[in-house]
């Protein structure tokens, strides 16, 4: 364990023999006592002390560490500082894959949001759904390969694609086979690579990532719209256009 790690575990252990006390019936007398208070519930309590179980045990594990608390860092207001924590940069990473009609984009990002490779590749539209599947996971693979990551360090996998989806990752025929080239058995076929593969309609996705960080960001409901238009060849143009109600 490094010395930033056994830092991390002293202070973990301070903090949560502190709050422990302060959920407890105990310290939540002397606050009544104090300040005039009226104590938390048992129900609550029990809560409390299951999250201070459970943060000691992820910072423990080093799947957590402590920053420095609001006031330390300088953002802090009034009230006690929240304590605060982020996950450790070194558990593993997660891929996106943008399979299209004729691209794939693949994009491996770790736990705290840094893309460590992103590059997209223009593919034959007309390929097999066999041919298909086989240049995703090499693209996948180059990806890999460049991020120099181990297929052990995948924690999970979304990759969108062009068709709908149910809930196994599967689409339907399509008359022309045009969901089974964009999507060609990549639920099957990327089941081993990672503990959690999702395979999601791309508008679905777009509208979950206007959502968390594109212009809907705050707004309760809203709408989506991917319009699609050949303007050259290399692919289709997109456009998001979100409107919160």
Same mark, same amino acid.
């Given at each position: 364990?490094?010395?930033?790690?056994?830092?991390?575990?002293?202070?973990?252990?301070?903090?949560?023999?502190?709050?422990?006390?302060?959920?407890?019936?105990?310290?939540?007398?002397?606050?009544?006592?104090?300040?005039?208070?009226?104590? #938390?519930?048992?129900?609550?309590?029990?809560? #409390?002390?299951?999250?201070?179980?459970? #943060?000691?045990?992820?910072?423990?594990?080093?799947?957590?560490?402590?920053?420095?608390?609001?006031?330390?860092?300088?953002?802090? /207001?009034?009230?006690?500082?929240?304590?605060?924590?982020?996950?450790?940069?070194?558990?593993?990473?997660? #891929?996106?894959?943008?399979?299209?009609?004729?691209?794939?984009?693949?994009?491996?990002?770790?736990?705290?949001?840094?893309?460590?490779?992103?590059?997209?590749?223009?593919?034959?539209?007309?390929?097999?759904?066999?041919?298909? /599947?086989?240049?995703?996971?090499?693209?996948?693979?180059?990806?890999?390969?460049?991020?120099?990551?181990?297929?052990?360090?995948?924690?999970?996998?979304?990759?969108?694609?062009?068709?709908?989806?149910?809930?196994?990752?599967?689409?339907?025929?399509?008359?022309?086979?045009?969901?089974?080239?964009?999507?060609?058995?990549?639920?099957?076929?990327?089941?081993?690579?990672?503990?959690?593969?999702?395979?999601?309609?791309?508008?679905?996705?777009?509208?979950?990532?206007?959502?968390?960080?594109?212009?809907?960001?705050?707004?309760?409901?809203?709408?989506?719209?991917?319009?699609?238009?050949?303007?050259?060849?290399?692919?289709?143009?997109?456009?998001?256009?979100?409107?919160?109600?």
């Amino acid at each position: 364990m490094s010395v930033a790690s056994e830092r991390d575990a002293e202070t973990a252990g301070l903090v949560k023999a502190y709050f422990e006390y302060v959920a407890s019936a105990e310290g939540q007398d002397a606050a009544a006592e104090a300040a005039g208070s009226a104590p #938390i519930s048992d129900s609550l309590r029990e809560q #409390i002390t299951t999250a201070i179980d459970a #943060i000691d045990t992820l910072v423990r594990a080093e799947v957590l560490h402590e920053l420095p608390n609001a006031r330390a860092a300088g953002s802090y /207001r009034a009230g006690r500082p929240a304590r605060r924590f982020v996950l450790a940069s070194d558990l593993g990473v997660v #891929i996106g894959v943008d399979a299209g009609d004729n691209h794939v984009a693949v994009t491996i990002a770790d736990l705290l949001d840094r893309t460590l490779v992103h590059h997209r590749t223009d593919i034959d539209s007309t390929q097999s759904a066999s041919t298909r /599947r086989a240049t995703i996971l090499e693209q996948m693979e180059q990806a890999l390969a460049e991020a120099d990551v181990s297929h052990e360090s995948i924690l999970a996998i979304c990759v969108g694609v062009a068709a709908p989806v149910n809930r196994a990752g599967i689409s339907p025929p399509h008359p022309d086979g045009f969901w089974e080239r964009t999507n060609p058995g990549l639920a099957e076929a990327l089941a081993d690579w990672a503990p959690a593969v999702e395979i999601k309609n791309d508008a679905q996705l777009a509208a979950i990532a206007e959502g968390s960080v594109g212009a809907a960001v705050g707004c309760r409901d809203y709408v989506a719209l991917l319009a699609g238009e050949e303007v050259d060849a290399n692919g289709p143009a997109r456009t998001e256009a979100p409107a919160c109600d």
